[in-house]
């Protein structure tokens, strides 16, 4: 009987596992496309945290699952169950595998933070920990590598401005290298904004009256979205931005071409609602803060 | 009879002066200083703001249905979910919670009453006044606050009405009466749980739902004089302008994030910990069995209490927080899921191998067991830094909080109510009525709240009035589980009322259930016990048959 037992425990545990390695497998496609040497390290990790999350979420519902479908009372069975209080073994075992569990799980994130080194609002303290395992991806992120671009950010209500300080380019569209780190000096003029590009993973709170250093390594061409991910305002939700990423030439195309046109204002929503402000079923009049000016800027979309 | 235990708890030994004996409905709605009438105040204030809750809930889930913002203009929105966050938890969860366990925590230690009973009612009858002073911002100039349920600076300090009196004033206001009801509460509970138990309530004979309560009080007393503090600045910031945390005047916008949240992590704790209580108390009676690990159970609760104070950095990972603060922080958010997790290991091996009867409170407990599974393994995600940095503000984490307050908190506050609604009114509740309430509200949550977790990792953020159009699918599912969860709580509020009215009359202890609130008549009478009860044995002793209190005569024997 006891063989019996302990084999059909080994049978759904192997179950457990192997569905549960294949949802990890699965989360992949539950993301945006990679365009950052940042997201295949994030996808990763999140591919992991899946795996184990499936695991114990399986194997707690089938547990309470069993019970609820085979240990029910019967309608005049008015007994009570087995009287057990507690098990020391039972109870050690499962405050240790919890604990290696989350120093697991503490380990790996704390690796993959490190060599993303995106710096965000302060220094990195880039630790190299011995326990730091050779990643396929680390080459973009090598701490040695200088980012070769260095763009600024401003974020205002409700606008994004980017600047190419040596082409003397503004725009309201993000260009960036392919397979090159870039540098960002972000600031804001008014509010907390937050730089949030979910194709890169990568997201930064833009604190006003300071300078936040950020850094990454956009790997795939295409049109991506930023958008503002803490709360603005009235406008919040019109505050985004294309993301270009091209080859390096056409990168280089682009800003010669650009850096030749004479600045004009840009279009931009929030302002465009704000004089409007006929949206809406329902109007009650609520004043909302006014939209700083139209960005003067060489390129717009 | 002896006086030992009237000794031991002479606070309330003797006529309450204020104890009026009137049972009527009127009761209600007076300044009663008895702890039961103001447990069943403070539930019903509380589940009426639960609507008005839903009601902004609504709002929001119609104008996401469609991409676009057609619904309401963008300011109504952004009050919307500002009111709902703000009202769902200072409205529905702390006051539903605090109304249990005024309800429940003198019954269950043998006390009369609570230690200090004034201050209890003057404690509840502050919620309404922050609930309607709230209401009363939708008719000022400019409206309710739109700073969001956190009310980050420089946002909330932006005032575009120019008025003084404004709506972020009004919502400044309210919490700042909130958080002293909160403290009264807090002192209040301590006070008697360590006080005022009947003789031989040991701590390791007190049920796990008191554990719970103390835990839970005990972080309001350190955690909410913080968060006034912020708020009290915050006020000045924008009424008298000081510059604590406008950066345009030389403050540090930052610094309020830490006032707020090292208070309002741990307050989610002060809600989550009185539902595991719940859940404590409700699965040993449905399965029959003495709950599994109770010393661990309790002592975790304390545990978790400890580690919330230390993890309030993790809503801060992207904010201007350095990297070594953000790794600091991660280790600590994990280690909570260690005490959560005896907790949940303890109820599964409770049911394991038990006599399961399926009612109401065992099927809306079960459902908020596996939801908060869901929820702590979501919780686990958030906490590791390079995970959240894609994530935060986004839906993703709307839904794991969702899952939380929602599929746990609010499913254990049902549960509750339909365990104790006989002991509280004298009358059944309808068992198919409760079945169909279940059903509905655990369809209606996975549908309202698992397709945030899609739309988080696609990108979505949190706090928008309209979207990119990829996003609209699950929306869609989302906001018809929202609108079916709103419907969810038909069959409930009829059961509710009808029952009380004309329900079968209960008997003392419908539920067979160990503990000392069953042993009294259903209503229990005014002071509770004629005689304070002398407990024995530990809780639980489902299939031990112990006598939990001792006979009038051998009271001398014990203690
Ligand atoms: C297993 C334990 C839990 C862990 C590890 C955990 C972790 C987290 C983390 C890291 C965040 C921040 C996410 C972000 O802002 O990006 C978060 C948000 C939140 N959590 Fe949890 N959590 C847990 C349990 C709970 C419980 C028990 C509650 C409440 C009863 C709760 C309620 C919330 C709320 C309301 C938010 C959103 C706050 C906001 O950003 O507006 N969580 N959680
Ligand atoms: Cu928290």
């Not at chain 1, 609002?121 to 980012?147: I, N, Q």
């Not at chain 2, 946002?155 to 120019?162: F, R």
């Not at chain 2, 138990?197 to 972080?219: C, D, E, H, K, N």
């Not at chain 2, 609604?421 to 309430?437: C, D, I, S």
Request: charged share 10%; net charge neutral.
């Amino acid at each position: 009987m006891k063989i019996w037992n302990v084999s059909i425990i080994i049978v759904s545990a192997i179950a457990l596992t192997l569905v549960s390695l294949w949802i990890g497998q699965q989360a992949y496609s539950w993301l945006p496309p990679q365009a950052a040497a940042e997201s295949q390290l994030i996808d990763d990790l999140f591919s992991f945290l899946v795996t184990l999350g499936a695991f114990i979420f399986l194997g707690v519902t089938a547990t309470v699952i069993y019970s609820v479908t085979f240990h029910r009372a019967g309608k005049y069975d008015f007994k009570d169950g087995p009287p057990i209080e507690g098990n020391i073994t039972v109870e050690v075992v499962w405050t240790v595998i919890p604990i290696l569990l989350v120093l697991w799980i503490a380990g790996y994130s704390y690796q993959v933070y490190d060599q993303m080194a995106i710096r965000g609002p302060m220094e990195v303290v880039h630790l190299h920990t011995p326990m730091g395992m050779e990643s396929a991806y680390a080459a973009p992120m090598d701490s040695s590598t200088k980012p070769v671009e260095n763009i600024e950010v401003n974020a205002k209500q409700w606008a994004w401005v980017f600047r190419y300080p040596n082409q003397g380019v503004t725009s309201t569209e993000l260009h960036l290298p392919s397979d090159r780190r870039v540098h960002l000096a972000m600031q804001s003029e008014d509010v907390i904004h937050g730089f949030y590009i979910p194709a890169f993973r990568l997201k930064q709170d833009i604190i006003p009256k300071r300078t936040i250093d950020f850094e990454f390594t956009p790997i795939r061409v295409g049109k991506y979205r930023l958008t503002d991910s803490q709360f603005s305002g009235a406008y919040f939700a019109t505050m985004q931005a294309n993301v270009v990423v091209e080859s390096a030439e056409d990168y280089d195309k682009w800003l010669a071409e650009v850096a030749t046109h004479k600045p004009s204002p840009a279009p931009n929503q929030a302002a465009a609602e704000y004089t409007l402000q006929t949206k809406g079923l329902i109007k009650t009049g609520w004043p909302a803060v006014k939209p700083a000016q139209p960005p003067l800027v060489n390129y717009s979309n | 009879m002896t006086n030992i235990s009237v000794k031991d708890i002479n606070i309330t030994s003797g006529a309450n002066p204020d104890h009026e004996a009137g049972t009527g409905w009127k009761r209600y709605f007076s300044f009663s200083t008895d702890h039961k009438v103001i447990g069943i105040q403070y539930i019903v204030t509380a589940f009426v703001l639960f609507l008005v809750g839903g009601i902004f809930a609504m709002v929001i889930r119609g104008e996401l249905i469609t991409p676009e913002s057609d619904l309401v203009d963008r300011t109504v929105y952004n009050a919307m979910f500002t009111m709902h966050g703000t009202v769902m938890l200072f409205g529905w969860t702390f006051p539903v919670l605090v109304g249990f366990a005024n309800y429940l925590v003198p019954l269950m230690i043998g006390a009369r009453d609570m230690a200090f009973p004034r201050l209890n009612a003057v404690a509840f009858w502050m919620v309404p006044v922050a609930a309607i002073l709230l209401m009363a911002s939708f008719f000022v100039p400019g409206g309710p606050a739109q700073a969001g349920w956190w009310s980050y600076p420089p946002v909330s300090l932006q005032n575009p009405s120019g008025q003084l009196i404004n709506g972020q004033f009004i919502w400044l206001l309210a919490v700042a009466v909130s958080g002293v009801s909160s403290i009264m509460g807090a002192v209040n509970f301590v006070t008697t749980i360590v006080k005022m138990r009947a003789p031989g309530m040991t701590f390791f004979r007190m049920p796990l739902f008191v554990w719970a309560v103390f835990s839970a009080q005990i972080i309001q007393l350190f955690g909410l004089p913080a968060l006034t503090a912020g708020a009290v600045m915050l006020l000045f910031d924008l009424t008298v302008g000081t510059s604590f945390f406008d950066p345009a005047k030389g403050g540090n916008a930052v610094l309020f994030q830490h006032f707020f949240w090292f208070y309002s992590h741990p307050a989610v704790y002060v809600i989550i910990l009185p539902v595991f209580g719940i859940f404590s108390e409700i699965f040993p009676v449905y399965a029959r069995k003495p709950l599994f690990g109770y010393r661990v159970v309790a002592i975790s609760s304390l545990l978790i209490a400890g580690v919330s104070a230390l993890v309030w950095v993790h809503h801060m990972y992207v904010s201007g927080t350095p990297g070594w603060m953000r790794l600091i922080f991660m280790l600590t958010t994990m280690f909570v899921s260690v005490p959560t997790g005896i907790k949940v290991f303890a109820w599964v091996a409770t049911i394991w191998g038990g006599k399961l009867r399926l009612n109401t409170p065992m099927l809306f407990a079960l459902g908020g067991l596996i939801l908060f599974v869901f929820a702590g393994i979501t919780g686990i995600t958030l906490s590791s830094v390079p995970l959240d940095i894609h994530v935060n503000n986004t839906y993703y984490v709307v839904g794991h909080f969702h899952y939380v307050l929602y599929g746990t908190v609010t499913m254990g506050m049902f549960a509750a109510i339909y365990h104790w609604f006989p002991k509280m009114t004298g009358r059944m509740y309808n068992e198919g009525w409760g079945q169909l309430h279940f059903w509905l509200a655990f369809i209606g949550t996975n549908l309202n709240f698992f397709p945030m977790h899609p739309l988080g990792l696609q990108g979505m953020l949190r706090r928008v009035s309209s979207y990119a159009p990829e996003y609209e699918f699950w929306n869609i599912v989302a906001s018809l589980g929202g609108f079916l969860l709103g419907m969810s709580t038909l069959p409930f509020i009829l059961n509710m009322i009808a029952s009380w009215m004309h329900g079968k009359p209960a008997p003392e202890n419908p539920w067979r259930a160990i503990g000392l609130e069953w042993l009294v008549s259903s209503p229990p009478p005014v002071e509770n016990f004629e005689e304070i009860p002398v407990v024995i044995s530990e809780p639980y002793g489902y299939g031990k048959s112990e006598p939990l209190v001792a006979a009038a005569g051998e009271v001398h024997n014990h203690k």
